[in-house]
């Protein structure tokens, strides 16, 4: 059974700095595409950012240049540096990751959530 367990979240000032991880535990062949969303009340869950099993990372322009995502692959855990935070940026934060199982079938699963808050 695959897990992916999110830590790190918390309450925090405008323009401060958070940093988020994710621990993937469990059975698996490989891990690919790791993530973070975002879900705030009453909003849709949007995408923050994206790392390939290479290294490749996306972002959206709402976080572009303040949010770097980052991935250590011989711990399975991916990470989240925020910093200059808003107060918009305040939501549920959620790791997901693709997976090959050992029989070689993809799933996605996704973590628990953590909350982030920014807020004076």
């Known amino acids: 059974q695959v897990q992916l367990v999110e830590s790190g979240g918390g309450l925090v000032q405008p323009g401060g700095s958070l940093r988020l991880s994710c621990a993937l535990s469990?059975?698996?062949?490989?891990?690919?595409?790791m993530g973070w969303y975002r879900q705030a009340p009453g909003k849709q869950r949007e995408l923050v950012a994206r790392?390939?099993?290479?290294?490749?990372?996306d972002y959206p322009d709402s976080v572009k240049g303040r949010f770097t995502i980052s991935r250590d692959n011989a711990k399975n855990t991916v990470y989240l540096q925020m910093n200059s935070l808003k107060p918009e940026d305040t939501a549920v934060y959620y790791c997901?990751?693709?997976?090959?199982?050992?029989?070689?079938?993809?799933?996605?699963?996704w973590g628990h959530g953590t909350q982030v808050t920014v807020s004076s």
């Open positions: 997901d990751a693709d997976v090959l199982t050992t029989l070689k079938y993809l799933y996605h699963y």
């Open positions: 469990g059975s698996f062949f490989s891990i690919n595409d």
């Open positions: 790392i390939t099993s290479g290294g490749i990372t």
